[in-house]
């Protein structure tokens, strides 16, 4: 029986567990959560995921939450391959230290920036000058700590394959560039790190996980914006 997996591909962790699972032949219902929609608040929803957020996994009558658990929870079930999840101690802990430092780092910082320049004008809320500069300042930070520590000379985060980290990190990354940003311009040690990752997953598999965030420009232009009403005062104290 294919395990269910809750996603919305414009959250990067939901990206980063699709790619993972597809590329892993591994059998999966998509179950679309639309977050714009504010389906996660649902009372449905609320009985796989108490948290509210996906992605969410349900297998038969055990559900998870957050996307490492999920991934590993998958690589250990349908037991993926090497490189995912290295069995070499210090590959794995490589792949460890990236995981625990991601979540309040590039993910934050790419996530913020995204909003900033995307979600919150379209709200009816001009961003202040400042509030872009820090929010640039914090994710350049970032993407430099990715280049000098955690990519360092190496091809790959974990060593010369891809692993999860790589994953992970891409899809972060990949969240400013929808927004118009190129994070990769002036950078290219970046660049082709990025290039090895989406020739790994595959092109058209890397390019059909991120086609509805590198079409967000065009979807936010004509999205109505009185649906972001309702999650204003939330979102403005997350990202003000």
Known sequence: MAVELFLDLNS??????YIFAKKNNIPF?????????????????????????VPALRDRDFCLAESVAIMLYLADKFKTPDPWYPADIRQRARVNEYLSWQHAAI??????????????????????????DAALEDL??????IEDKFLGDRAFIAGDRMSLADLVAIVEIMQPVGSGLDVFEGRPKLGAWRDRVRAAVGEELFDEAHRTIMESQEWVKAMDGSTLQAFKPRILRMFM
Do not use: T, Y
């Not at 996530?111 to 009816?124: A, E, V, Y």
């Open 12 to 17: 990067q962790p939901c990206r980063s567990v």
């Open 29 to 53: 219902e998509f179950k679309k959560v639309s977050l714009m929609d504010g389906e996660h608040f649902g009372d449905e929803f609320g009985k796989i995921n108490l948290i509210r957020k």
């Open 107 to 132: 993910r934050l910082h790419g996530s913020k920036m995204f909003w900033l320049r995307l979600m919150i004008p379209k709200m009816g809320v001009d961003v202040p000058k400042d509030k872009m």
């Open 140 to 145: 350049n930070a970032s993407l430099k700590l």
